[in-house]
Each structure stands twice: as structure tokens, then as C-alpha cells.
């Protein structure tokens, strides 16, 4: 009887180690879920940003005003792309222990008002 009670508990805190893991690589799988799609966001404004500054370089070649594309630029995808990469720094150093995120932040403020 007392081997039997043994083997219970031995099952009892193995099932509840499955089940914490479990949950644990939920929880992993959400985070990396969110962070891949930061950065694809992050990219994907990068793209347009960049697309827009070859137009305006077209665009002031031929001397035309390209001020519409440059507001848009400036006004519209740097503040959105820098709140992504912002988003995206908070949620890694508060999972992945990146201890370097308020160096990082500060690079990128005085990057983005220079």
C-alpha cells in the first residue's frame, strides 16, 4: 500500500510538470508569435518608406515638389515604425532579458530627432 501511494504522488507531480510545461510553451509560442509579427510590421514600413524615398528622389530629380511624399514620410511611417520597434524592444526586454534596451531606446530617440 505504501509503494502504491508512492507511485501516486510520483504520477500526481509528473502530470502537473506536463501540464506547467504545457502552458509554458503556450505562453513562449504566443510571445514569439507577437515579436515575429513586430518585426514583419517593422519591415514592411521600412519597405514603404524606402519606396517612397526612391519616388522622391525621381520626383526631385525631375524638379517637381515631392512635399505630399515627405509629409506622409515624416508625419505618417517614421512615428508608426518607431512605435513599432519600440513595442517590439519592451516586449524582448521583459521576456528574453535583453538588458540593454534602455541604451538601445535612447540610440533610437536621438536618432530620430537628429
Known amino acids: 500500500m505504501d509503494s502504491s501511494m508512492m507511485e ?3 504520477g500526481v507531480v509528473a502530470a502537473t510538470i506536463a501540464i506547467i510545461a504545457l502552458f509554458l510553451q503556450r505562453y513562449e509560442i ?23 524615398e526612391n519616388i522622391i528622389q525621381g520626383v526631385e530629380e525631375r524638379g517637381e515638389s515631392s512635399f505630399g ?8 511611417l517614421r512615428p508608426l515604425k518607431h512605435k513599432i520597434d519600440f513595442e ?4 524582448m526586454g521583459r521576456h528574453d532579458g535583453v538588458t540593454q534596451i ?4 535612447s540610440a533610437l530617440k536621438s536618432k530620430n530627432t537628429q
Open 8 to 10: 501516486v504522488y510520483v
Open 30 to 52: 504566443i510571445k514569439n508569435g507577437r515579436m515575429s509579427a513586430l518585426i514583419h510590421a517593422s519591415n514592411l514600413i521600412q519597405q514603404r518608406i524606402d519606396y517612397y
Open 69 to 76: 511624399l515627405k509629409s506622409r514620410i515624416n508625419d505618417e
Open 88 to 91: 517590439l524592444l519592451d516586449l
Open 102 to 105: 534602455p541604451d538601445i531606446k
